[in-house]
């Protein structure tokens, strides 16, 4: 593998992806608020389709809908069809679970009344230290 | 942009503009249908939905004092494999990519004599991956029961309260 101009102009696209992705990757392990996470978790998916349509589009080519019928389509150039429908699928359960994540936040806001991560993990501390001192005082008595 | 902005209503608007220029970029890539999912589904539901819970939870994030050393460690690591992994790909638009050599052109070939149907996209989903696409409102489904079965509560406490 040698690395050229036409190369790097080759894979900049993939990096650029993989860039984007990275962002949403990060803003899901940094940031506490829920809703946020939610957004970096879409970046992350929507960067992730990109790279995979990227993958089957051919230089010069065309969206996968015939133009001739009746002719064997040999004469245009069509770009992989086979991404597409996969990724079609990937979108629509993508939305299923934001959703269901979304319906997770609400539910944690009225057990917690936060969706700051560092609030709930918090409270989570102090109830199990009241939960051990309580079992400890049962087991003394 | 989404790191910084405290307010969440701009955090969601800015995630809807950039379903909105993914979904463009998808129609540069020759994807027209992933585009319109994307534009519909991305851009359209996943903005209301998001608006729905904030209104529903809170409007502005507090402060945290997380370090972002850890992460920054993490997402680099990723970034660096990752990188590593696409030097072995063909290049960006290729002919003779192993993606476009086997199926692809096939199925180009074999779904208007099958199905009568130009779009080459629907014809796969509809037909060839046909149950594929009914797991896929099975997984629609559960997500939608999942979120009745999680948010049906919530009023009955309210009235309790």
């Known amino acids: ?141 | 942009m989404a790191l910084t902005l405290k307010h969440l209503f701009a955090v969601i608007m800015l995630s809807g503009a950039f379903s909105l220029v993914s979904a463009m970029l998808f129609v540069a890539m020759d994807a027209v249908d992933v585009a319109f999912t994307e534009a519909a589904v991305g851009a359209g539901v996943s903005t209301v939905l998001m608006l729905a819970t904030m209104a529903l939870t809170v409007r502005v994030q507090k402060e945290t004092k997380r370090t972002i050393l850890f992460p920054l460690v993490v997402v680099c690591l990723v970034g660096v494999l990752l990188i590593y992994g696409t030097l072995d790909m063909p290049n960006f638009g290729a002919f003779d990519s192993p993606a476009q050599l086997h199926l692809g052109s096939t199925y180009l070939s074999i779904t208007y004599k099958d199905m009568g149907i130009p779009n080459v996209v629907t014809g796969i989903l509809a037909s060839y991956r046909g149950y594929d696409t009914l797991g896929e409102t099975v997984v629609v489904l559960t997500a939608g029961l999942g979120v009745i079965l999680l948010l049906s509560g919530l009023k009955g406490r309210k009235d309790k309260e």
Request: glycine fraction near 6%; charged fraction near 20%; avoid cysteine.
């Open chain 1, 1 to 141: 593998m040698d690395i050229n101009l036409n190369f790097i102009y080759g894979h900049l696209p993939y990096w650029l992806f993989i860039i984007l992705m990275l962002s949403g990757l990060f803003i899901v392990v940094s940031r506490g608020n829920l809703i946020k996470k939610i957004v970096g978790l879409n970046i992350f998916q929507t960067s992730v389709f990109m790279f995979y349509i990227s993958i089957g589009k051919m230089k010069g080519g065309t969206a996968p809908i015939l133009l001739d019928k009746s002719a064997d389509n040999s004469a245009v150039i069509y770009s992989n069809p086979l991404p597409h429908v996969l990724i079609l699928t990937a979108i629509v359960v993508g939305i299923a679970t934001t959703a269901l994540g979304l319906a997770l936040i609400i539910k944690i806001r009225e057990e917690y009344d936060t969706v700051e991560e560092d609030d709930i993990q918090k409270m989570d501390q102090k109830d199990l230290k009241k939960y051990n001192k309580k079992n400890v005082l049962e087991t003394n008595s």
